[in-house]
């Protein structure tokens, strides 16, 4: 199935499970791998047998940019790593940094008055990325990239697409000196560039900030006494960086795609945010009484889940179902298809937030929805995304009508992360 696979992963894996249902044995390149997209299956891989799975060698090129980081690593490094940065997300924590988050989100709908008043178009996935990068670099890095940010945003997308081109590539083909795979080195180097300089930075002033980068500083391990090296150092904040701003700043992005397309519900949407944030400025205690943009933020994150697949290793046989899953093949768990099955999710193409009230949520199997993964490797800024995004898409929604400009055939397009394709166009319409 490589050329298929390559050429189109999402309807490649759709197709698998539309013809043969919840487990399907694929050869993909070198690999034996199974699409797994019964809910009991994938809490099975996911969570109570998760200690006889890695993450699959497919992970080897996102290894080439942001190194052994928690999305990464494994064993005894990985439960180090997460119990260290834990903290940073705990729910005081997050009560916290809510305002950053709504002064980042203050400056972009600020900035988008002269805009709005201008009638022109904004490139509204820029315009995502651009605010939950500040977010990011601002709560867990007490910093922002000011210069800097120039070059994440020009050198991310390399990076990005890079590693989605080559999942399947050989090493040797990452290796050669094409004028890809420098421009990739290239574009790393820089980003290696910006992460120093903030670990730099903090090592120069000294501050001890309440935040993710003096808990991984100040850290030793409990029986050595050693601190992080840089390298480790590195490949942590890259991590944090990339994952917590992108798929974030996709979710909004599919967001205000799905909702352009119901402007009732987005109206309703703008009633929700007059209501709760009542021309306050917004807290966390409002982030929980925002029900309506939570159920449809909940709903883009199923037809458009950022982290559209991912995989695992079998380490032992194990047993799904009536099958034996042998050691050294794959398990495929692509969010993207199973939140379009249709025996979970009844005309699962339909955007319909209703589908996560908590009495319809509380009769479905827990693992039919996965925008963050699920077991011990879940996402570890699961709550942290969701309350930046609820924050973000109800003051905006507050202050403007977010209008995709006509004539765009918008796909997605999975690299690592499902980007609409080529982008999104859009107006905004100031409401009165
Ligand atoms: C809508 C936004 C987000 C989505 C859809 C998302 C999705 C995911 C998924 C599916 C995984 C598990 C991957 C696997 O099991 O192979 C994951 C892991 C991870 N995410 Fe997120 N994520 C989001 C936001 C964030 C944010 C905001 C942060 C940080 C502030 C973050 C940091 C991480 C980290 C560090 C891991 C690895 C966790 C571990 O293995 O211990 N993510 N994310």
Known sequence: MLPQVRSNPLRTFLAAADRHGDLVHLKIGPYHGYLTCDPEAIKHVLRTNHRNYHKSPIYARLKDAIGEGLVTSEDALWLRQRRLAAPAFHRERLVAMVDAMVEAIERTVDRWEAVA???????????????????????????DLSAAAEIVNRTWPIVNRRIGETFWATKLETRLPLPANLRFRR????????VYGIIDERRRSGADEPDLLSMFLGARDEETGERMNDRQLRDELMTMLLAGHETTSLALSWTWFLLSSRPEVDERIAEEARAV????????????????????????????????GFSRLALADDRLGDYTIPAGSLVYIVPFVVHR??????????????RFTAERVAARAQFAYLPFGGGPRQCIGNQFATVEA??????????YRVRLAPGQRIEPQPLITLRPSPGIRATLEARS
Do not use: K, N
């Open 187 to 194: 574009a790393l180097a820089d980003l290696d560039a910006v």
């Open 390 to 399: 609820l924050l973000a898409i109800s003051m905006i929604a507050r202050r």
């Open 341 to 354: 099955r249709p025996s979970l999710w009844p005309d699962p193409e339909r955007f319909d937030p209703q």
């Open 277 to 308: 944030l009542a021309g306050r400025r917004a807290s966390f205690a409002d982030v929980e009484r925002l029900e309506l943009t939570r159920m449809v933020f909940q709903e883009a994150l199923r037809l458009y889940p950022p982290a559209w």
């Open 117 to 143: 008043a201008r009638g022109e178009e904004i490139d509204l996935v820029a315009e995502m990325t651009d605010l939950t990068q500040r977010v990011i670099v601002r709560t867990m890095f007490s910093t």
